[in-house]
C-alpha cells in the first residue's frame, strides 16, 4: 500500500522568507501527487497537482512543486511567503491505474508566518 | 469552487445516538467520499461511493454507514455515537471522466462533538 510521509509537523518562517515543505511517498510506481491546503475552519482547496510531463509544477497563489523520481519526493516550494499563507498544508498520491481513485494523505504540515 | 454543502456544520450529540451527516454536490461527479480529521492523523477514509447505490469501506469505517441513493447525496450515519468519533468531517468529491486522475474536492466539513 502506497503511503506518504511529510516530516515536519510545524514550520515556521517570517514573512517574505522562502519556503519548502517535504512530503515524500511509498509507492511501487509513479502516483499522481497532489497538495491541498487548509485554513483554519476551511475545507481543503487543491494547490496543484502532478500526473506526468515536466517535473515542475505550477499552482495556485504562487507556489511550485517538483517531483523528484529518485528521491520520492514532491516538494512545495514559495519564493517568498505572505502572512495569508498560513495554514495547514497536506500532501497527498493518487494510484495509478486503478479503478477506485482514492487518495492517501500526509498527517499535515503547519505553517506559521511571522511578521 | 466546487458546489459541495455539508450539513449540519456543527453538531453536539450524546453518546449512544444516532447522527446523520448529509454531504450534498451540484456537479454532478460521479465519486464521492466521507473522511475524517484529527490531530496527528491528517485525513482518514472512511467510505467512499463511486456510484448510486455503490459504496465501499475507506481505513476506518467501524462504527459508520453510508448510503447514496441519489448522484448529488451522500449520507454518513453514526448508529451509536462514541466519544471516539468526535471529529472533523469532510465530505469529497471527483469525477474521474473529466479529470482522469481522481483529483479531489473538499466540502467544508462538519465539526462532530460527542459527549
Known amino acids: 500500500a502506497q503511503s506518504v510521509t511529510q516530516p515536519d509537523i510545524h514550520i515556521t518562517v517570517s514573512e517574505g522568507a522562502s519556503l519548502e515543505l517535504r512530503c515524500n511517498y511509498s509507492?511501487?510506481?509513479?502516483?499522481?501527487l497532489f497538495w491541498y491546503v487548509q485554513s483554519p475552519g476551511q475545507g481543503l482547496q487543491l494547490l496543484l497537482k502532478y500526473f506526468s510531463g515536466d517535473t515542475l509544477v505550477q499552482g495556485i497563489k504562487g507556489f511550485e512543486a517538483e517531483f523528484k523520481r529518485s528521491q520520492s519526493s514532491f516538494n512545495l516550494r514559495k519564493p517568498s511567503v505572505h502572512w495569508s499563507d498560513a495554514a495547514e498544508y497536506f500532501c497527498a498520491v493518487g494510484l495509478r491505474g486503478g479503478s477506485n481513485y482514492k487518495l492517501t494523505f500526509g498527517k499535515g504540515t503547519l505553517l506559521t508566518v511571522n511578521p | 469552487d466546487a458546489g459541495i454543502t455539508q450539513s449540519p456544520r456543527h453538531k453536539v450529540t450524546e453518546t449512544g445516538t444516532p447522527v446523520t451527516l448529509r454531504c450534498h454536490q451540484t456537479?454532478?461527479?460521479?465519486?464521492m467520499y466521507w473522511y475524517r480529521q484529527d490531530p496527528g492523523h491528517g485525513l482518514r477514509l472512511i467510505h467512499y461511493s463511486y456510484g448510486v447505490k455503490d459504496t465501499d469501506k475507506g481505513e476506518v469505517s467501524d462504527g459508520y454507514s453510508v448510503s447514496r441513493s441519489k448522484t448529488e447525496d451522500f449520507l454518513l450515519t453514526l448508529e451509536s455515537a462514541t466519544s471516539s468519533q468526535t471529529s472533523v468531517y469532510f465530505c469529497?468529491?471527483?469525477?474521474?471522466?473529466?479529470?482522469?486522475?481522481?483529483?479531489?474536492?473538499f466540502g467544508p466539513g462538519t465539526r462532530l462533538t460527542v459527549l
Open positions: 469529497a468529491i471527483s469525477e474521474p471522466r473529466t479529470s482522469g486522475r481522481g483529483e479531489q474536492f
Open positions: 456537479e454532478n461527479h460521479r465519486y
Open positions: 509507492y511501487g510506481a509513479t502516483p499522481y
